[in-house]
């Protein structure tokens, strides 16, 4: 298992922006290299659902909802995925949390909440 740990969530107006960070600590360089990273969310009374992810391929999967608006990224030397989310709407509010995979192994977050309201 990976220890992520997630920053970057709070309260903002509809149309601003938020940078949200996960940081896998406790992992060596090399580890993090094999981890698949992705970014999901789970708004209240809803299931939890995909934002964006790197996929096993090194390719990027991205929501219908959010695309456009968001943009997922990484530093591998700081070992850390970043959800860029721009253009917030009061839709986006959710719990979201970081996910790493690695074969059979699968890391969550404990999530960080993002509200978007006036």
């Known amino acids: 298992q990976v220890q992520l740990v997630e920053s970057g969530g709070g309260l903002v107006q509809p149309g601003g922006s938020l940078r949200l960070s996960c940081t896998a600590s406790r992992t060596i360089l090399s580890t993090f290299w094999t981890l698949t990273m992705g970014w999901y969310r789970q708004a209240p009374g809803k299931q939890r659902e995909l934002v964006a992810t790197?996929?096993?391929?090194?390719?990027?999967d991205v929501a219908d909802a959010v695309k456009g608006r968001f943009t997922i990224s990484k530093n591998n030397s700081k070992k850390t995925v970043y959800l860029q989310m721009n253009s917030l709407k009061p839709e986006d509010t959710a719990v979201y949390y970081c996910?790493?995979?690695?074969?059979?192994?699968?890391?969550w977050g404990q999530g960080t909440q993002v509200t978007v309201s006036s």
């Open positions: 790197f996929t096993s391929d090194g390719s990027i």
């Open positions: 996910r790493a995979t690695a074969g059979e192994s699968d890391s």
